[in-house]
């Protein structure tokens, strides 16, 4: 069994965020039929559970409110697959350095709110 760190969760939910799994939306039913019936890409599949992602999902929320920039940093960081420091940086309008602090202190903030999660419970 995989161990589920930090690092590995936010991973996964970029890919759940990305793929739009978990909550439902209304869709439109002709929508729903061509999009069930039509062969697309394959989509990676998140290795989280929904319940799961959305509580990392709950966890960058609060992040973002507390902590606005860190909060973006870890959003874009995990939510856009592939993308460098660099990238993060020009799109945040900082240094690629920074970028990568903002991305540590996101990522050790929410590990330490999972952590009490666990805690708690």
């Not at 995989?2 to 909550?23: C, F, I, K, N």
């Not at 606005?68 to 995990?78: L, Q, T």
């Amino acid at each position: 069994m995989r161990q589920m760190d930090t690092e590995y969760l936010l991973v996964e939910w970029g890919v759940w965020a990305r793929v739009q799994a978990g909550v439902p939306r209304y869709v439109s039913p002709s929508f729903a039929l061509l999009r069930d019936n039509v062969q697309v890409g394959c989509a990676p599949d998140p290795a989280i559970s929904d319940d799961l992602a959305l509580a990392v999902d709950r966890l960058i929320g609060r992040l973002h409110a507390r902590y606005p920039e860190a909060g973006v940093a870890v959003w874009n960081y995990y939510r856009y697959q592939g993308m460098s420091y660099r990238q993060l940086g020009r799109l945040m309008g900082v240094s690629h350095v920074r970028a990568q602090e903002l991305v540590a202190v996101g990522a050790a903030w929410v590990d330490s709110a999972l952590c009490l999660q666990v805690e708690a419970a």
